[in-house]
Nanobody, 124 residues
Framework: QVQLVESGGGLVQAGDSLRLSCTASGRSFSGAGMGWFRQAPGKEREFVATISWLSGRTYYADSVKGRFTISRDNVQNTVYLQMNSLKPEDTAVYSC?????????????????WGQGTQVTVSS
């Protein structure tokens, strides 16, 4: 059974940093694309960042470009989201997702597995 477990969320002040982790288990994700999405209260889930497991190529939402960095550890089967210069509008539940297929992806429907999410709250 595939499992994605996120950690690292919390309550921080504007301008602070957080690092989210997502560890995958149940199958090898070698070569699979991984991504982070977020959902704020009353809003739809939106794309944040994605990484190609093999090539390391990354893509970001415009709203986080330059502030967030996605990375991965192939040995640990873990993907990270480093979030710097956090803003109140970054407040959301952050979920990681994995694909069966190779390559990065920016839309929800391209992902096959989802974690439960971790809450990130940024106070002003």
């Amino acid at each position: 059974q595939v499992q994605l477990v996120e950690s690292g969320g919390g309550l921080v002040q504007a301008g602070d940093s957080l690092r989210l982790s997502c560890t995958a288990s149940g199958r090898s994700f070698s070569g699979a694309g991984m991504g982070w999405f977020r959902q704020a209260p009353g809003k739809e889930r939106e794309f944040v960042a994605t990484i190609s497991w093999l090539s390391g190529r990354t893509y970001y939402a415009d709203s986080v470009k330059g502030r967030f960095t996605i990375s991965r550890d192939n040995v640990q089967n873990t993907v990270y989201l480093q979030m710097n210069s956090l803003k109140p509008e970054d407040t959301a539940v952050y979920s990681c997702a994995a694909r069966r297929l190779y390559g990065a992806a920016v839309t929800l429907k391209e992902y096959d597995y989802w974690g439960q999410g971790t809450q990130v709250t940024v106070s002003s």
